[in-house]
C-alpha cells in the first residue's frame, strides 16, 4: 500500500511541476488541489480500488470544476451507483445518493455536449433503476429524454416510458390520450432505429413486440377512446398515409375494433396509396363482414388478381371467395372459384370439392322428374373426390352421400324416361354444366 501512495504522489508531484496558469484556469482556481485529487483517485480507479478512489474522488468533484476533465464525471456516476446499490436499504442515504447522480448528469450534459447522446442515454436509464417508486417524475425524465433524442435514445427507454405511462394511467395520472401518443411514439422512432447488426435489429424487433404487447393487454385504447382521438385528425388530413397506417395498426390490435367506419376508411387510404393483395384482403374481410358483396367480391378479385401474391397464396383467396359467394347466393362464381382453387394449389381439392358438391347439391333444377334430380348424382360425384383428396373429409362427405342418395329416382322411374344405371348423362342446372354417371334406389 505504501508503495501504491507513493506512486500516486510521485506522479501527482510530475503534474504539478508541469501545470501553467492556462492550466490553473482549466483546473480551477486551486488547480494543484484538483490535479492531486484527481491522479489520486484515477490510479485507484484503474486499480479497481473503489473505495480508496471514492474519498479522492469526492475531493476531487469539490474542488475541481465540472469541465476539468470528462472522466471525473463519468466515473463519479459509477462510483456512487456503487455506494447506492451497497446502501439500498437506507431510504434517506439511498435518495441523497440518487440527487447526487442525477446532479453529475445534468453537469455532464451541460458541460460535455459531446457526449450528449450517451450522457442523455445513461441518465434515463439510471432514472428508471433507480427512480420506480417516482413514476410521475420517471414519466417526465423518460419523456423528457425521447423528446431530446429521438431516434437517438435507447430502444429500451421506450419500452420503459410506455410501461410507466400505463402505470400512471391505471392509477388515473395519466389521460389515454398520453398513453396513446407515447405508444405511437415509441413504435414509430424504435422502428426506423439504424441498426449496425442483427443482434440489435431483432432487439428493436422484440421490443417494438413488448411494447405492442404491454399496450394490448393494459386496455388504454379502448375502440372508443381511438374513435375519439383519431376521428378528428382523419377528417382533417384524409389523405395522410402515416396517419392512416396508424390507425390501422393500433385500430387492429384492438378487440372489436374494425367495424367502423374509421377503420375502413384508414384502411382504404393505405389501400389506394400503396395497393398490395393483403391490403385488398382486408378491404375483402372488411366489406364481408357488413355484407356489402359487390365491393367484397371486388377486392378479393384484386387481392387474387395481384402480382405480388403467389399461387398458394391465391388459391386460399379463391376458396375464401367461392365459400362467400355461395353463402351470398353467387353460385356461378362460387364454382368458379373453387375450380381456381384447386388448379392452382392441389392441397385445397378436398374442401374445394365438397363445396363443389354442395352447390350442386343446391342448386333448384327445372324439368322432369329426372332432370330435377340429377344434380344429386353430381354432387356425390364431387363427394367421393373431395375424400379421395383429404381423407379427413370422409365421415363429413359420407353424410353429405347418403343425403344425396336418398333422392336418387327408383329404378322404375329412371327406366320411364329412358335412363338406366351406369349410363353416362350430361347435367345442366343453374348455369352449370357437368357430366355423370345415372344412378338410382334399388
Same mark, same amino acid.
Given at each position: 500500500?505504501?508503495?501504491i501512495?507513493?506512486?500516486?504522489s ?9 501545470s501553467? *496558469? ?23 480507479y484503474k ?10 474522488w469526492?475531493?476531487?468533484y469539490?474542488?475541481?470544476?465540472p ?5 471525473l464525471?463519468s466515473?463519479?456516476t ?7 446499490r451497497n ?9 441523497? *445518493?440518487?440527487?447526487?447522480?442525477m446532479?453529475?448528469y445534468d ?21 428508471y ?9 420517471l ?35 395519466l389521460?389515454?390520450e398520453?398513453?396513446i ?7 414509430k ?7 449496425k ?7 428493436n ?17 379502448s ?5 375519439a382521438?383519431?376521428t378528428p !385528425?382523419?377528417e ?5 398515409v ?12 384492438t378487440e372489436g375494433?374494425?367495424?367502423?367506419d ?10 389506394n396509396t400503396?395497393?398490395?393483395?393483403v ?10 363482414? !357488413? ?6 367480391v371486388m377486392?378479393m378479385?384484386?387481392?387474387i388478381d395481384?402480382a ?13 371467395l ?7 347466393g353467387?353460385?356461378a362464381k ?5 375450380q381456381?382453387a384447386?388448379?392452382l394449389d392441389?392441397?385445397?381439392?378436398g374442401?374445394a370439392?365438397?363445396?363443389m ?6 342448386l ?8 330435377? !334430380? ?22 363429413s ?10 333422392y ?6 329412371a ?5 338406366t ?22
Open positions: 500500500m505504501k508503495k501512495v507513493l506512486l500516486i510521485i506522479a501527482a508531484m510530475s503534474l504539478f511541476a508541469g501553467t *496558469l492556462s492550466a490553473q484556469g482549466k483546473f480551477g482556481p486551486d488547480s494543484a488541489e484538483c490535479l492531486k485529487y484527481l491522479s489520486y483517485y484515477t490510479e485507484y486499480q479497481k480500488n473503489y473505495d480508496s478512489a471514492l474519498p479522492n469526492r475531493q476531487a469539490r474542488i475541481c470544476p469541465t476539468a476533465r470528462y472522466s464525471l466515473d463519479g459509477t462510483l456512487l451507483k456503487r455506494v447506492l446502501n439500498s436499504k437506507n431510504p434517506v442515504y439511498r435518495e441523497a *445518493l440518487i440527487d447526487s447522480i446532479k453529475i453537469e455532464r450534459i451541460q458541460y460535455w455536449p459531446k457526449h450528449l447522446t450517451a450522457s442523455l442515454n445513461n441518465k434515463a436509464l439510471d432514472m433503476n433507480f427512480m420506480k417508486d417516482e413514476p410521475e417524475k414519466y417526465e425524465g423518460l419523456t423528457t429524454t425521447i423528446s431530446q433524442l429521438g431516434i437517438k435514445a435507447k430502444a429500451d427507454i421506450y419500452l420503459f416510458q410506455v410501461s410507466t405511462a400505463i402505470d400512471l394511467y391505471k392509477d388515473g395520472i389521460d389515454p398520453s398513453v401518443s407515447s405508444y405511437e411514439t415509441a413504435v422512432n424504435v422502428t426506423a432505429m439504424p441498426v447488426n442483427d443482434v440489435e435489429r431483432r432487439n424487433e422484440k421490443i417494438v413486440s413488448d411494447i405492442e404487447s404491454l399496450f394490448i393487454t393494459s386496455q388504454v385504447a375502440c372508443d377512446n381511438l374513435i382521438l383519431f !385528425r382523419f382533417a388530413d384524409p389523405q395522410n402515416e396517419l392512416a397506417k396508424n390507425i390501422v395498426k393500433m385500430m387492429g390490435v375494433c374494425t367495424d367502423n374509421l377503420f375502413l376508411n384508414a384502411v382504404t387510404v393505405m389501400h400503396e395497393p398490395s393483395h391490403s385488398a384482403y382486408n378491404l375483402y374481410k372488411l366489406y364481408a363482414g !357488413r355484407a356489402d358483396v359487390d365491393n367484397a377486392y378479385t384484386e387481392a395481384n405480388e401474391s403467389d399461387a398458394v397464396t391465391d388459391a386460399g383467396y379463391q376458396y375464401e367461392a365459400a362467400f359467394c355461395y353463402k351470398n353467387q353460385t362460387a364454382y368458379a372459384a373453387a381456381a384447386v388448379e392441389p392441397a385445397t381439392a374442401k370439392y365438397m363445396l358438391g354442395t352447390i350442386w347439391g343446391s333448384p333444377c327445372s324439368g322432369n322428374d329426372i332432370e330435377q !334430380r340429377a344434380k344429386y348424382w353430381v354432387a356425390v360425384d364431387f363427394m367421393n373426390k373431395a375424400k379421395a383428396a383429404d381423407e379427413t373429409l370422409a365421415e362427405a359420407n353424410d353429405l352421400i347418403r343425403q344425396y342418395a336418398a336418387y329416382p327408383q329404378t322404375a322411374e327406366f320411364m324416361y329412358d335412363v344405371d351406369g349410363q353416362s348423362y350430361t347435367v345442366s342446372c343453374g348455369g352449370l354444366r357437368a357430366t355423370t354417371t345415372v344412378r338410382t334406389q334399388k
